[in-house]
Nanobody, 129 residues
Framework: QVQLVESGGGLVQPGGSLRLSCVGSGFTLDYYAIGWFRQVPGKERAGVSC?????????YSDSVKGRFTVSRDNAKNTMYYLQVNSLKPEDTAVYYC?????????????????????WGQGTQVTVSS
C-alpha cells in the first residue's frame, strides 16, 4: 500500500520561501508520477506541479511557474520536495502530494486530481504579513 507523508508547511511572510517534503513508501513500480496539489476551503484541489519518474521531467501550473520547483532526493528516491519561493498571499492553502501508478498522467501538464491514486494528509502553508 502506497503511503505519503507531507511536511514543511508553516506561516511565512509574502516573498518568503518554504521547502515542502513528501516521503513515500510502498512504491512497487519503477515509474510513476508524483503530483503536488493545493486546496483552499470551498474549492477543488488544484494541481501546481508534477514529476514524471520515467523521463525525470517536472511540469508546473502557470500560477507557480518560475517560483516553485519540484525535485527528488537523489539518495532517497521515494522522497520528493517542492521548493516554494516568492510566496504570495494567494498561495495560502493546504498542500498535498499524490501518487499515480501511470506516469503518463504527468506528461505536458499536471493533470487533474482524479487521476492520482494515493494522497498524503496535507501540510498547511499560510502566507501573511
Amino acid at each position: 500500500q502506497v503511503q505519503l507523508v507531507e511536511s514543511g508547511g508553516g506561516l511565512v511572510q509574502p516573498g518568503g520561501s518554504l521547502r515542502l517534503s513528501c516521503v513515500g513508501s510502498g512504491f512497487t513500480l519503477d515509474y510513476y508520477a508524483i503530483g503536488w496539489f493545493r486546496q483552499v476551503p470551498g474549492k477543488e484541489r488544484a494541481g501546481v506541479s508534477c514529476f514524471n519518474t520515467l523521463n525525470n521531467t517536472a511540469y508546473y501550473s502557470d500560477s507557480v511557474k518560475g517560483r516553485f520547483t519540484v525535485s527528488r532526493d537523489n539518495a532517497k528516491n521515494t522522497m520528493y520536495y517542492l521548493q516554494v519561493n516568492s510566496l504570495k498571499p494567494e498561495d495560502t492553502a493546504v498542500y498535498y502530494c499524490a501518487f499515480a501508478y501511470h506516469q503518463i498522467v504527468c506528461s505536458g501538464g499536471v493533470g487533474t486530481s482524479y487521476v492520482y491514486d494515493f494522497w498524503g494528509q496535507g501540510t498547511q502553508v499560510t502566507v501573511s504579513s
